[in-house]
């Protein structure tokens, strides 16, 4: 037998340990109920909108059988770019993201992706189905040069 079989554990470890488990529960349960959490509504209502856009296209992104991620300009069809097996993980990221949102609201065939540069060179990522919308400015310079990259050459929608 060793020293700890017969010692007790510390009363007082084991009431501060429930206190915070009971203490989160709580603070969890509060917070959903006052609608606290990381929702698309929400998310949105945060960030504010382009007043006068200077480029703009609406996305389409199609997974290949290699691995790649067709670029598409969702009105046209047009290839915007390829994202090879592997690479542009931002991008990715952001819009495996994007498709869980899309997929927790139930929407299997919704527009295009929208992707907006304002005046003030503010680029945001917009779901139009679920209202999410994603300030790409906030991720630094090379990450938003990695979906700036679709944009149109000059003004205008394309």
Known sequence: MSAL????FPRGALIAAAGLVSFSLLATILGNHAGLGNHAGRIASTIPPIS????????????QTDGSVQVKDFASGRVLGVLPAGSDGFVRGVMRGMAHERIAHHITNGPGFHLVEGA?????????ATGR??????????????FSRFLPATGGAS
């Open 120 to 128: 003030d060179r503010r680029v945001v990522l917009e779901d139009p």
């Open 133 to 146: 919308r994603i300030d790409l400015n906030a991720f630094g310079d090379i990450n938003l040069k990695a």
């Open 5 to 8: 079989d017969h010692e007790a």
């Open 52 to 63: 006068a856009p200077a480029r703009e296209v609406s996305l389409a992104f199609a997974d």
